[in-house]
């Protein structure tokens, strides 16, 4: 396993600034960071690169869809935005040497029609990615798409629509990604949205049910991780948690109140917390 640690809890966009963090999360033993990418060109993102390698972190990203640059949108010129868009992203992914770019990119996130998903939307978010996945092939890059729960969007809000997704696109760089937050809200049984996912599972998001410490809540954690042995799964296992110190992203995840005392409680407990959670769930055989 791989052991990351989401930087949306400090900032939308890495700078400098955020340089000292790295040597931080190293030391509490993170293999690397999941850098998001909101914005900004390729070379925009070499220091960053060139810090990750002085710390010995490697890295995985996450972006996301806007209205601007809606995949399901029934403007032509719109899809097109997306398909760029995510061309760029990857374009950064091959600078920062990143494995996996994860996130919920098959729609505009926090946009609703009023009504359920159609086989057109679906279609045209399986075009999109198509062409994105085709461009990440290139870049020996993996896209992860998430699932969220169906009050951030309403295209895919399930496990099965998911891999429903991954089969209509039907590329062998476009895989699918668990996030355990999601999952509280939107499946019936952990163990069985992992199962569902195995198939074609690339990416793993540790994060509680209110977004806080993991290990704090109501997480079905022992069924996550038994099943997450049971089916081999042996990639990226990233903490994502949020706070109130981004006020544009604490409204966008609905954070009005401290879920914790500081970012250091988050990552230093909850790394501890998966590892405890590794050593007793070993996979046999």
């Known amino acids: 396993m791989k052991l990351g640690m989401n930087l949306l809890l400090w900032t939308g966009g890495v700078t400098a600034e955020h340089f000292p963090l790295f040597g931080k999360l190293k030391a509490a033993g993170f293999d ?38 809606n995949a399901i949108s029934p403007e032509a010129a719109t899809r097109q935005k997306a398909v760029d868009w995510l061309k760029t992203v990857v374009e950064i992914n091959h600078t920062l040497g990143s494995e996996t770019l994860c996130g919920p990119y098959h729609s505009a996130i926090g946009a609703f029609s009023g009504a359920a998903p159609t086989a057109d939307e679906k279609k045209r978010a399986a075009d999109v ?84 410490v993991p290990g704090t809540g109501q997480v079905d954690w ?13 990639g990226w296992l990233t903490i994502e948690a949020f706070g109130r110190a981004l006020p544009d992203l604490a409204a966008a995840t609905r954070i009005w109140r401290d879920l914790f005392s500081s970012p250091e409680e988050v990552y230093l407990k909850g790394i501890k917390f998966i590892q405890e959670q590794l050593a007793g769930h070993r996979r046999v055989g």
């Open 32 to 69: 690397g960071v999941e850098l998001p990418i909101f914005g900004g060109q390729p070379h925009d993102y070499k220091p960053i690169r060139a810090e990750l390698d002085n710390h010995g972190l490697r890295c995985t990203t996450v972006t996301i869809l806007t209205p601007d640059t």
């Open 129 to 212: 990615l198509r062409q994105a996945a085709e461009f990440a092939q290139q870049a020996n890059l993996t896209l992860a798409i998430e699932y969220l729960n169906r009050f951030e969007c309403y295209l895919i809000t399930t496990a099965a629509q998911a891999v429903e997704l991954v089969k209509m696109v039907d590329h062998p760089n476009f895989r699918a990604m668990y996030d355990t937050f999601h999952a509280h809200i939107e499946e019936k049984d952990q163990a069985a949205t992992i199962r569902t996912l195995a198939p074609v599972l690339a990416h793993v998001h540790i994060s509680e049910n209110d977004r806080g």
């Open 222 to 234: 022992d069924s996550v991780f038994t099943t997450l042995a049971e089916v081999g799964y042996d």
